[in-house]
């Protein structure tokens, strides 16, 4: 229903399709009845909003053709020389986790880092590292989505992301951000899961939030929302994807138009999940080259 819709109209509306006369009697009695009603729904769709991208992509661990999509990672074990562990609190009293790797001179300049389905298992430990090395003047935070559970087979990924909190994730977003300091410059990168997590993370830290990087992620699609965008985003599309599929990023496109916000669209003609090396089906030519223009951005927009 139009928002618009006065309520006269929708006093028409409900009479010549549901009550067959009978509104004729008591039209201002319903009217009374049913404005609170639409303002209701109104404001239960407007808070909701918030959330529906990471919730849309968030059911696809229910889809068995997603879920088969991704294949069993490939071992791999990553010991890494200079990133630790670290710990922050958040608002739901629940530590939040990630994995550091800080700059070799104190900067202002951060990555957060989002996994994948699979979570922040030593694939991801190594991005952050080499990420970290090839920006130099930065400090990467890869940031631990599932409070240390790693899946390394496809039940355990679908379990996982699940069982992923909405809230909890948020909590885990802003504690980061407080972790970081008003002082920060915030960048953003994911993979998956984690690429729609990448601007959402974005959005939370508002001016803070200077550059966001999307790799085939489900895209924010409250316009509100995307008003307040601060940073220019690349999205690596795959144009073989099935669920982050040309019409989401049509949708998308014209979200980012439509709000004069600034969108940098890489494609490929590859599937979902081509830029994970723990997948069998990993493009390394392809992977390469969306690597190169994610660390270019970077430097454009997060050390400019």
């Given at each position: 229903?139009?928002?618009?819709?006065?309520?006269?109209?929708?006093?028409?509306?409900?009479?010549?399709?549901?009550?067959?006369?009978?509104?004729?009697?008591?039209?201002?009695?319903?009217i009374?009845?049913?404005?609170?009603?639409?303002a209701?729904?109104?404001?239960?769709?407007?808070?909701?909003?918030?959330?529906?991208?990471?919730?849309?992509?968030?059911?696809?661990?229910?889809?068995?053709?997603?879920?088969?999509?991704?294949?069993?990672?490939?071992?791999?074990?990553?010991?890494?020389?200079?990133?630790?562990?670290?710990?922050f609190?958040?608002s739901?009293?629940?530590?939040?986790?990630?994995?550091?790797?800080k700059?070799?001179?104190?900067?202002?300049?951060?990555?957060?880092?989002?996994?994948?389905?699979?979570?922040?298992?030593?694939?991801?430990?190594?991005?952050?590292?080499?990420?970290?090395?090839?920006?130099?003047?930065?400090?990467?935070?890869?940031?631990?989505?599932?409070?240390?559970?790693?899946?390394?087979?496809?039940?355990?990924?679908?379990?996982?992301?699940?069982?992923?909190?909405?809230?909890?994730?948020?909590?885990?977003?802003?504690?980061?951000i407080?972790?970081?300091?008003?002082?920060?410059?915030?960048?953003?990168?994911?993979?998956?899961?984690?690429?729609?997590?990448s601007?959402?993370?974005?959005?939370?830290?508002v001016?803070?939030?200077?550059?966001?990087?999307?790799?085939?992620?489900?895209?924010?699609?409250?316009?509100?929302?995307?008003?307040?965008?601060?940073?220019?985003?690349?999205?690596?599309?795959?144009?073989?994807?099935?669920?982050?599929?040309?019409?989401?990023?049509?949708?998308?496109?014209?979200?980012?138009?439509?709000?004069?916000?600034?969108?940098?669209?890489?494609?490929?003609?590859?599937?979902?999940?081509?830029?994970?090396?723990?997948?069998?089906?990993?493009?390394?030519?392809?992977?390469?080259?969306?690597?190169?223009?994610?660390v270019?951005?970077?430097?454009?927009?997060?050390?400019?």
């Open positions: 229903m139009d928002r618009a819709m006065s309520a006269k109209t929708f006093s028409t509306t409900i009479h010549s399709k549901q009550f067959g006369g009978r509104m004729k009697r008591f039209p201002y009695l319903m009374l009845l049913l404005v609170p009603v639409i209701f729904g109104q404001a239960s769709k407007s808070c909701c909003a918030i959330a529906s991208s990471t919730k849309d992509f968030a059911m696809l661990a229910n889809d068995p053709a997603f879920v088969a999509t991704h294949l069993d990672p490939l071992p791999f074990h990553y010991q890494s020389n200079t990133g630790k562990w670290i710990t609190k958040t739901d009293s629940i530590e939040g986790r990630g994995f550091e790797v700059a070799s001179k104190a900067t202002n300049n951060v990555v957060f880092l989002f996994h994948e389905w699979w979570g922040l298992n030593d694939y991801i430990q190594r991005e952050a590292e080499n990420l970290q090395k090839e920006l130099s003047n930065v400090t990467v935070i890869a940031l631990d989505l599932y409070d240390k559970k790693v899946a390394a087979t496809q039940a355990d990924a679908q379990k996982y992301m699940g069982e992923l909190k909405e809230e909890r994730a948020r909590s885990i977003i802003d504690g980061a407080k972790y970081v300091g008003t002082k920060a410059r915030i960048g953003t990168i994911g993979w998956c899961l984690g690429g729609g997590w601007m959402q993370a974005t959005l939370a830290a001016k803070q939030g200077v550059a966001c990087v999307m790799y085939y992620g489900m895209p924010e699609k409250d316009m509100e929302r995307i008003k307040s965008l601060n940073a220019p985003v690349l999205f690596v599309f795959a144009s073989q994807d099935q669920w982050i599929n040309k019409n989401v990023l049509d949708e998308f496109q014209k979200g980012m138009s439509d709000a004069k916000k600034i969108l940098t669209v890489k494609s490929y003609d590859a599937d979902h999940a081509f830029a994970n090396p723990s997948n069998p089906k990993f493009n390394k030519e392809f992977a390469d080259d969306a690597h190169k223009h994610a270019d951005f970077f430097k454009s927009h997060l050390l400019k």
